[in-house]
C-alpha cells in the first residue's frame, strides 16, 4: 500500500519546525529517521495531513557528557550511540553502546534517530525502556517554550506521550549510572523482543525490568530485586523464575517459554553488569 496524500515541508531549525507544526495543526508529523512513521503510513495506520522534515537540523545531532550524565541530541542516529568510543562516557554508559546493537537491523540503526524512537513510544523500543528505568529527562520546545519531562511522566501508555502536537523533543538526558546491562533475545525476523531484561544498579537501588515478555509491556520483577539486594551476582538469581501467569502467548513464543527466557536473561544482564 501506499500513504494517503499529505503536504510536504522542510525546517532547518527547531524554532522553523515548530511554527510550522502550529501553522500545519495537530494532524501535521514530524519526520526524522522515518523507520516507524513511513511504514505506519504505507499501512494506513497514520494519516498526517502533512509532514515536516526535521532531518537539516544537524544542531540535534550528538551524544556529550552533561556534569556526570549524558545529552543524546534527538536525531542522532542510533548508529552513533552504537559507536561511542569516550572512555569516560562508556564508563558510565556503556549500557547505551551495548543496547544500541539490539535496535532493528542495521539500516534501522543507521537511519532511525534516538529522539524519533523516544517520541514513538513503543514499549518495547530499547531507548524507552533504558529512559524510563535509568530516570531520563526528555526536553521539548513548542510554542509556549521550553519543557523538561521526566521519563515516568513522559511515558503514558502504547504510543502514547505526554508530547504536545506542536512540540518537539530536541534532546534526552540521562543522570549517572553506576551499573547497568540489558539482554534481549530478539524474533530473527522482526529484531522485536520475544524478551528483553534490563538491570541496573544505583547506590543501592536496584531495578530488574522486562519487555516483550507481558501482556501489558513494561514490567518490574519485584523478587529478582530483593534478591539481588543482598547481593548483587548472577547467583543471587539461580533458581528463580517468575510466574507464567500474566505473558504473552503467541505463534513466536508460549507463556511458560517467556517466563524461562526472564530468568536466563535476568542472569545474563547481572553478569554483564559486573
Given at each position: 500500500?501506499?500513504?494517503a496524500?499529505?503536504e510536504?515541508?522542510?525546517?532547518?531549525?527547531?524554532e522553523?519546525?515548530?511554527?510550522?507544526?502550529?501553522?500545519?495543526?495537530?494532524?501535521?508529523?514530524?519526520?526524522?529517521?522515518?523507520?516507524?512513521?513511513?511504514?505506519?503510513?504505507?499501512?494506513?495506520?497514520?494519516?498526517?495531513?502533512?509532514?515536516v522534515?526535521?532531518?537539516?537540523?544537524?544542531a540535534?545531532?550528538?551524544?556529550?557528557?552533561s556534569?556526570?550524565?549524558?545529552?543524546?541530541?534527538?536525531?542522532?542516529?542510533?548508529?552513533?550511540?552504537e559507536?561511542?568510543?569516550?572512555?569516560?562516557?562508556?564508563?558510565?554508559?556503556?549500557?547505551?553502546k551495548?543496547?544500541?546493537?539490539?535496535?532493528?537491523?542495521?539500516?534501522?540503526?543507521?537511519?532511525?534517530?534516538?529522539g524519533?524512537s523516544?517520541?514513538?513510544?513503543?514499549?518495547?523500543?530499547?531507548?524507552?525502556?533504558?529512559?524510563?528505568?535509568l530516570?531520563?529527562?526528555v526536553?521539548?520546545?513548542?510554542?509556549?517554550?521550553?519543557?523538561?519531562?521526566?521519563?515516568?511522566?513522559?511515558?503514558?501508555?502504547?504510543?502514547?506521550?505526554?508530547?504536545?502536537?506542536?512540540?518537539?523533543v530536541?534532546?534526552?538526558q540521562?543522570?549517572?549510572?553506576?551499573?547497568?546491562?540489558?539482554?534481549?533475545?530478539?524474533?530473527?525476523?522482526?529484531?522485536?523482543?520475544?524478551?528483553?531484561?534490563?538491570?541496573s544498579?544505583r547506590?543501592s537501588?536496584?531495578?530488574?525490568?522486562?519487555?516483550?515478555?507481558?501482556?501489558?509491556?513494561?514490567f518490574?520483577?519485584?523478587?529478582?530485586?530483593?534478591?539481588?539486594?543482598?547481593?548483587?551476582?548472577?547467583?543471587?538469581?539461580?533458581?528463580?523464575?517468575?510466574?507464567?501467569?500474566?505473558?504473552?502467548?503467541?505463534?513466536?513464543?508460549?507463556?511458560e517459554?517467556?517466563?524461562?527466557?526472564?530468568?536466563?536473561?535476568?542472569?545474563?544482564?547481572?553478569?554483564?553488569?559486573?
Open positions: 500500500m501506499k500513504p496524500a499529505f510536504f515541508r522542510r525546517a532547518s531549525t527547531v522553523e519546525a515548530v511554527e510550522q507544526l502550529t501553522e500545519l495543526g495537530d494532524d501535521a508529523k514530524l519526520l526524522a529517521g522515518g523507520q516507524s512513521l513511513v511504514p505506519m503510513m504505507n499501512f494506513r495506520l497514520v494519516r498526517p495531513s502533512a509532514l522534515d526535521i532531518n537539516g537540523i544537524t540535534l545531532q550528538y551524544a556529550e557528557r556534569g556526570e550524565g549524558l545529552r543524546i541530541g534527538a536525531l542522532t542516529p542510533h548508529r552513533w550511540v559507536l561511542l568510543e569516550d572512555p569516560e562516557v562508556l564508563k558510565s554508559f556503556g549500557v547505551l551495548r543496547a544500541a546493537r539490539w535496535v532493528g537491523h542495521y539500516p534501522i540503526r543507521t537511519q532511525g534517530t534516538f524519533g523516544i517520541a514513538h513510544a513503543d514499549p518495547s523500543a530499547e531507548w524507552c525502556v533504558l529512559a524510563l528505568l530516570d531520563a529527562e526536553v521539548a520546545v513548542g510554542p509556549r517554550g521550553r519543557r523538561v519531562i521526566t521519563a515516568a511522566d513522559f511515558f503514558r501508555g502504547f504510543l502514547d506521550t505526554a508530547l504536545e502536537p506542536d512540540e518537539i530536541t534532546k534526552v540521562f543522570p549517572k549510572v553506576n551499573k547497568a546491562a540489558y539482554m534481549k533475545f530478539p524474533n530473527p525476523a522482526s529484531r522485536y523482543a520475544l524478551v528483553g531484561v534490563f538491570v544498579k547506590s537501588e536496584i531495578r530488574v525490568a522486562v519487555t516483550g515478555a507481558g501482556a501489558n509491556g513494561v518490574r520483577v519485584t523478587a529478582f530485586e530483593e534478591a539481588l539486594k543482598k547481593r548483587f551476582g548472577a547467583k543471587s538469581l539461580e533458581g528463580m523464575t517468575v510466574p507464567a501467569d500474566g505473558m504473552a502467548s503467541d505463534i513466536h513464543g508460549s507463556a517459554y517467556r517466563a524461562h527466557l526472564i530468568g536466563v536473561l535476568a542472569r545474563r544482564a547481572v553478569a554483564a553488569a559486573g
